[in-house]
């Protein structure tokens, strides 16, 4: 056996007529290696993490094997050479059908697997990997970029605990093969299909999974193992996808003929256009595209999309005369709906409503356009920018981000009807100044308000503001960060809060303004602190639990404050020394428990 250690520089090697071993790290494998194998069984040993550029490489041929034990952020890009790679914890890219080999065996580990990732990033036409002569085991397989199929049957399948797309559309699971073993793969993004004739039958151990079989031309069944689906579930499988039969536990299931007010999209470009009747438009993932002009009728039409994935609604051809869009998300899927500028109503199914951020997987996200829409049952609403906000959209549950492409702007939300919102997120970036106008009817509706700051040590904060234009605003429901409360009403606002953080970040305005704590009562400190911070304001504290004091600074030279105890307590009053530090209890004979006037300096 011979042994070589690649250097930093261009290295050529020439394999023996015995068993060789190259040892490479990222450092060290490097474009300009010629690297080629002799008569006996090569293999080049990868160190350490990194990326591997095999498709890089002046030349890689020759070599029966890669081995790398696990590494912490190590990848490797193959190129079009048949191998067999031996690994733990690896993610391995495939940039083009070119650089796949049928003939690659790829061996994870059970307990580290490899992440096999196709890709089509650079946008260009339908690509297509054949993995069905390939020998895989204990690998993830995943697609990245629109308009990705991959070839599969039961050997693969047998070797894959995952399939999963994401950041792309259009992308396909194919076979042909009159059975597809999917009981041990879940499938999360794909549209999973069949090209027999004859038809397939696909064996799944997951809902999710289930709800992403296509089918084909031919007799299609779903045979359920671990699971058994219910009788709303069978039916928008059938109405859905191309399946003929369904077979669970609880018995088999054929398809019923349609209803002739419900109409089913196919993989090509549909034209419907609804009756007077309340009509029904089934589709998919798969099935929704471009070229699908939906036109409804009279009566009330509903757009119902299953199993998950990306449905650009803001790219069909026509999208008009329907008054609701029906979301599904299951298993490991999510949906993502984009809107363009038409009013609807979109009904997702209702799945963990008390959403905080976005945790990826498992979630219906609604991206916005122009038109007014109604969300009821989702977990992630999105805005782009204030200019595509419409004042009469209506948001009950989850959460919602404005501003995700980071634009200058005021959102105005007090036309809006937004109810059980756990988070408004708003998010800024590299924007200076972007406002929030709001009222109490709005601010009632939202637990958390979350101004996100610019990634930075220190973050970077900015003009992040909420405004309001009324005498009064109830913030004692809502929890605030990275935002500054402000008022615009001439004559002051009365800001109702219910922690002293929120308290903090009342700015106010121009007018005499009021903060009123309610649950809690502030230290003499705490009111010293919020009036130091904006000593040229008119602003008031007023704490309305019983032995809490009510204390209000008068618009005087001497500044001084008129303090309150609540009812039935004997009330006090300050004077505020003119550094703001401190508060004096103001002589007797200035106390007038009768007046509601502040006194005047003399």
Not at 188 to 211: C, E, K, Q, R, Y
Not at 497 to 513: E, L, N, R
């Amino acid at each position: 056996m011979a042994n070589f250690t690649l250097t930093p520089d261009a290295d050529t090697v020439v394999g023996s007529t015995v068993d060789d071993t190259i040892i490479a790290t990222a450092a060290t494998l490097n474009a300009g290696d010629s690297l080629t194998g002799g008569a006996g069984t090569d293999v080049l040993t990868l160190v350490g993490g990194g990326n591997f550029r095999f498709d890089q490489l002046a030349n890689f041929t020759g070599f029966e094997r890669i081995r790398l034990a696990y590494a912490s952020g190590a990848s490797l890009t193959l190129g079009n050479q048949p191998i067999e790679i031996d690994a733990t914890g690896l993610t391995i890219n495939v940039g083009s059908p070119l650089n796949w080999n049928g003939s690659n065996i790829i061996n994870g580990d059970a307990s580290n697997i490899i992440s096999l990732n196709f890709q089509n990033n650079q946008e260009q036409p339908p690509v297509t990997y054949d993995l069905t002569s390939n020998t895989l085991s204990h690998v993830w397989i995943i697609a990245s970029g629109d308009n990705v199929t991959l070839l599969i049957n039961n050997d693969v399948t047998a070797g894959v605990q995952w399939f999963y797309s994401f950041d792309g559309s259009n992308t396909e699971l194919a076979t042909a093969g009159s059975t597809l073993d999917l009981s041990h793969s879940p499938v999360s993004g794909f549209s999973i299909t069949s090209t027999n004739a004859l038809g397939t039958a696909f064996t799944v151990g997951d809902l999710g999974t289930a709800f992403q079989i296509a089918g084909g031309s031919g007799h299609d069944t779903i045979v359920a193992t671990g699971f058994t689906f219910s009788a709303d579930q069978r039916n928008a499988g059938f109405i859905a996808t191309s399946i003929e039969k369904i077979i669970d536990g609880s018995g088999t299931y054929a398809a019923t003929p349609q209803n002739p007010d419900v109409f089913t999209l196919t993989t090509g470009s549909d034209t419907v256009t609804g009756t007077a009747s309340n009509d029904t438009v089934n589709g998919t993932e798969a099935t929704l595209n471009s070229g699908d002009s939906l036109t409804g009728g009279a009566g009330l039409d509903t757009l119902v999309l299953n199993g998950g994935g990306t449905f650009r609604v803001d790219q069909l051809t026509t999208f008009t005369g329907f008054e609701s869009i029906r979301l599904g998300a299951v298993g490991y899927q999510s949906t993502n709906l984009y809107l363009d500028n038409q009013s609807v109503a979109v009904i997702g199914p209702g799945l963990f409503p008390n959403e905080g951020g976005d945790r990826g997987q498992n979630a219906v996200r609604v991206h916005l356009g122009s038109g007014a829409v109604t969300c009821v049952g989702t977990n992630f609403v999105y805005s782009t920018s204030a200019s595509s906000w419409n004042a009469h959209n209506s948001i009950d549950g989850g959460a919602i981000y404005l501003n995700t492409n980071y634009s200058d702007g005021a959102y105005d939300l007090t036309t809006n009807s937004l109810s059980n919102i756990n988070y408004l997120f708003f998010l800024y970036g590299n924007s200076e100044n972007l406002t929030v106008q709001i009222n109490s009817a709005v601010a009632v509706g939202i637990s958390n308000f979350w101004a996100s700051p610019v990634a930075g040590n220190p973050p970077i904060v900015r003009n992040a503001k909420l405004m309001t234009s009324d005498a009064v605003l109830d913030l004692s429901h809502s929890t605030l960060h990275g935002f500054t409360v402000a008022s615009s009403n001439a004559t002051g606002t009365n800001f109702t809060v219910h922690d002293i953080d929120t308290a903090y970040q009342v700015a106010g305005g121009s007018g005499a303004d009021t903060i009123t704590a309610q649950g809690f009562a502030f230290s003499a400190a705490q009111r010293n602190a919020i009036f130091a911070a904006s000593p040229s304001s008119k602003s008031s504290i007023r704490a309305a639990l019983i032995r809490s004091i009510l204390c209000r600074r008068a618009p005087t030279t001497r500044r001084s404050i008129r303090c309150r105890a609540p009812k039935h307590s004997t009330p006090t009053r300050y004077w505020r020394s003119p550094d703001w530090r401190s508060a004096m209890p103001m002589p007797a004979q200035a106390r007038s428990p009768r007046s509601s006037r502040l006194p005047t300096a003399r």
